[in-house]
């Protein structure tokens, strides 16, 4: 495993479970660096979601993102989504540079996963009231910051599947 600061490179060494997770936070939190936690569903990454994780990560020293489930995006976004399978979509974030680590969970929200990784900074999207933000009690306790960041304009899932089925509707299908 290439290691840089006790950071993995190789993308298939982001993915990890809760415990090795949580055991990683600990070793960077004790080594005085700041873990930055954030999550989402992250389904058709876009450029919204890359200008979003690459702000989340300026913010400390190492990136964890949560990623629903399958059976959880379900339950949140209705019967259609995903659209790409979780290990799909956990792959794609681990391929990006400013990702070290992405933990899969099960849970409709991130609070368990929150309260066992105790990142120090906790990042969520400017359309969430910090008020309803779910782990902050967590991160606030440990003496943390919870932070929101502004959204790219115009860049949705919604709206990439909305656009699709707009031009390639029923008999306008794609070729190649």
């Known amino acids: 495993m290439e290691v840089i600061l ?7 060494d982001k993915i990890v479970n809760r415990t090795e997770a949580a055991a990683r ?3 960077w939190t004790s080594q005085g660096r700041r873990t930055v936690f ?10 919204g979601h890359v200008h ?3 702000a989340a990560r300026r913010l400390g020293d190492a990136l ?3 990623i629903n489930s399958d059976a959880s995006v379900r339950r949140i976004k209705g019967p259609h989504r995903p659209i790409l399978p979780e290990q799909e979509r956990m ?26 990784l105790k990142p120090l900074v906790l990042v969520k999207g400017a359309d969430w009231p910090k008020a309803r933000i779910i782990g902050r009690e967590t991160v606030e306790a440990l003496h943390g910051q919870v932070v929101n960041i502004p959204l790219v304009e115009g860049h949705s899932t919604s709206k990439i599947i909305k656009t699709i089925l707009d031009r390639y509707g029923k008999g306008n299908e794609p070729t190649g």
Do not use: W
Not at 6 to 12: K, L, S
Not at 38 to 47: E, S
Not at 92 to 115: K, N, Q, R, T, Y
């Open 64 to 66: 964890a993102v949560g």
């Open 25 to 27: 936070v600990a070793k």
């Open 38 to 47: 954030t999550n989402g569903c992250f389904d058709l990454l876009h450029q």
């Open 52 to 54: 979003y994780l690459a």
């Open 91 to 116: 792959e794609l974030l681990a391929s990006m540079e400013c990702v070290d680590l992405v933990i899969l969970f099960e849970e409709d929200d991130p609070g368990d996963l929150i309260a066992q």
């Open 6 to 12: 006790g950071v993995p490179r190789n993308p298939a």
